[in-house]
């Protein structure tokens, strides 16, 4: 039976265990989630020179940084995902590739602030084909006994990425200017795009399983509505959201932060900010997935617990960053939140695998970063900018620690909502196994 053929509804899971082509696609697929973190974030570091370049402000920037992604991603994410529900998925996630690591390169030529926001437009509508296909594959490669692991592992790409950003940015910047840095950005995606394309094989839909599954799509609006009727994953749902509004508040302006506040210029920052994501960032990351699927063996409500507990630990974390006086103290409350915070990423997905049914995976996925982005990557860089310049004339440079502390407060209420969408989880996953 072919796995793109859309006539096919059930296929008995065959997979014992994964082999050599699960893992190498794992690590494929993590290596271009690197390159979208790479291209979605290096404009993280370079806000405070282009705001100089362009003579713009934060509310701007924060547009710019966050928005100028996340509307074309919104507008395309849906869509491309049914699509992947149906399709070839490894295809699709390479040509998204391409087009999201030349749009991140055009914006090393663009030569005013309208250039710029259009090509991180065309960032978004590459980065719409990257992670629902890509989750919805390693899915089919792991079985679910060993799928927040692999999702954790695979979630090492915003990791490495945001570390290649903070490296690349900050010292690219530093020695050669900003334009450049968008441009060494760019260039690795198109020999990945390669290299997934040739040597990568697509997984066949539902072979995971340890049953016979139904693969075949299903209606939007009956897909809709099962999703909406699922408690777990809507409660999940809005913890992502809060979660993500912490990610990316504090990793868009993490770096004029520490620039502002702390005096450091971009190589500087750079540095701190790429050792510490890629040190804290990758044992979190992995930590965390392997305990979500150690203790869920013994109560499968800790595959989310893990989630929400990491999540309320960034809190303080959040807090010793943005109000200590001392760089040191400061660089340990981010290392606090670049460990906790990104644990619940995979564990999480993976289960709004669990609680969907095979040929929504896909779609479910897109929905659950769709929703959590608009509000975390697209209301978070942009409420924080707005905050900044609102208050600056009243708590001048020091505003930046004010307007940054609000993701304490939401990452403290996504981690309490996963410790409540807990509590659904074995019913949800019992619906989606009926037929």
């Known amino acids: 039976m072919s796995a793109l053929d859309p ?13 050599a082509a699960a893992y190498y696609g794992l690590a494929i697929l993590t290596v271009i989630y690197s390159l979208n973190f790479l291209d979605r974030t290096v404009i993280n570091i370079l806000i405070d020179p282009i705001k100089q370049t362009y003579h713009l402000s934060d509310k701007v920037m924060g547009f710019i940084s966050g928005f100028g992604f996340v509307i074309m991603y919104s507008i395309l994410a849906a869509p491309v995902a049914r699509w992947a529900d149906r399709g070839n998925r490894r295809n699709l996630i390479t040509w998204g590739l391409v087009i999201w690591s030349g749009m991140t390169a055009l914006g090393g030529v663009a030569r005013n602030a309208v250039q710029l926001t259009l090509s991180r437009f065309g960032v978004g509508v590459g980065e719409a084909a990257g992670t629902a296909p890509s989750t919805s594959m390693i899915s089919d490669f792991f079985p679910g ?43 690795p995606g198109l020999l990945v795009a390669l290299i997934l394309r040739f040597t990568v094989r697509e997984p066949l839909r539902g072979s995971s399983e340890r049953t016979v599954v139904n693969t075949s799509q299903q209606k939007f609006f009956k897909t809709l509505r099962f999703i909406w009727q699922q408690r777990c994953y809507m409660v999940v749902l809005f913890g992502f959201c ?9 990793g868009t302006w993490a770096a004029p932060f520490l620039g502002r506040i702390h005096h450091l ?21 992995l930590a965390g997935g392997y305990l979500s699927d150690w203790a869920g063996r013994r109560d499968i409500r800790w595959k989310i617990y893990v989630s929400g507990i990491c999540s309320v630990l960034a809190c303080p974390g959040v807090l010793l960053f943005v109000f200590s006086h001392s760089l040191l103290w400061c660089l340990v409350g981010f290392t606090i939140v670049s460990a906790a915070s990104p644990v619940h990423v995979g564990p999480i997905v993976a289960v709004s695998h669990s609680v969907v049914r095979v040929g929504m995976r896909a779609f479910a996925t897109s ?40 993701a304490a407060l939401t990452t403290l209420f996504g981690g309490l909502l996963f410790c409540l969408a807990a509590q659904f989880l074995r019913r949800d996953m019992e619906r989606a196994a009926s037929e």
């Open 145 to 187: 006994d060993r799928r927040s692991t692999a999702m954790a592992m695979y979630q090492l790409g915003p990791v490495i990425g945001g570390s290649l950003g903070a490296f690349i940015g900050g010292w690219v910047n530093h020695h050669y200017g900003w334009h450049d840095a968008f441009l060494v950005a760019g260039a």
């Open 367 to 406: 929905i659950l970063y769709l929703i959590s982005e608009l509000i975390g990557l697209g209301l978070g860089p942009l409420l924080i900018g707005v905050f900044n310049d609102h208050y600056a004339h009243r708590l001048g440079v020091g505003v930046i620690r004010y307007s940054m502390a609000t």
């Open 7 to 19: 006539t096919a509804e059930k296929v008995q899971g065959v997979m014992s265990k994964p082999g």
């Open 265 to 285: 210029n971009t190589a500087q920052i750079g540095t701190y900010i790429g050792t510490i994501r890629a040190a804290a960032g990758f044992s979190g990351t």
């Open 242 to 250: 809060f979660t993500t509004f912490t990610q990316f508040g504090v």
